[in-house]
């Protein structure tokens, strides 16, 4: 069985970093984006399993990248994960076709859990406290 593949897509390098090292631990390969048009242009060239994005981003935001997303490939899976969530950004997420939910600070586990439930199933909802 071949390594599951998961972009990251943050414009904050130490959540990139951290998620990157959590789902490694799982075996999953693991690509890291800064931006919104730099992601596009990894799943361009390269097939993922999952995405995992920020809403919050300079140039390109989550809500952006997602409609995009889902316009281009639409049977990507993809998880929007933000610090900033609000009932507004969650049900804008779902609406624009977001997988699942998963508002920051969120723990090791809870990573792993959202990626192998979305990469293996339809995915389902994940809200912080």
Do not use: H
């Amino acid at each position: 069985m071949s390594k599951k593949k998961v972009l990251i897509i943050d414009d904050e390098e130490i959540v990139r970093i951290s998620c990157k090292r959590v789902l490694e631990t799982e075996g999953y390969d693991v690509a890291l984006a800064s931006s919104g048009p730099m992601a596009l242009g990894f799943i361009t060239m390269e097939s993922y399993d999952l995405v995992i994005t920020d809403l919050m981003m300079p140039d390109m935001d989550g809500f952006e990248l997602l409609s995009t997303i889902r316009n281009k490939w639409p049977s990507l899976k993809v998880v929007v994960m933000t610090g900033y969530g609000t009932d507004e950004t969650n049900v804008k997420s779902v609406e624009l076709g977001a997988d699942v939910f998963l508002k920051k600070p969120f723990l090791p586990e809870q990573l792993l859990t959202v990626a192998s439930s979305t990469i293996s199933t339809e995915g389902f909802s994940l809200f912080g406290d």
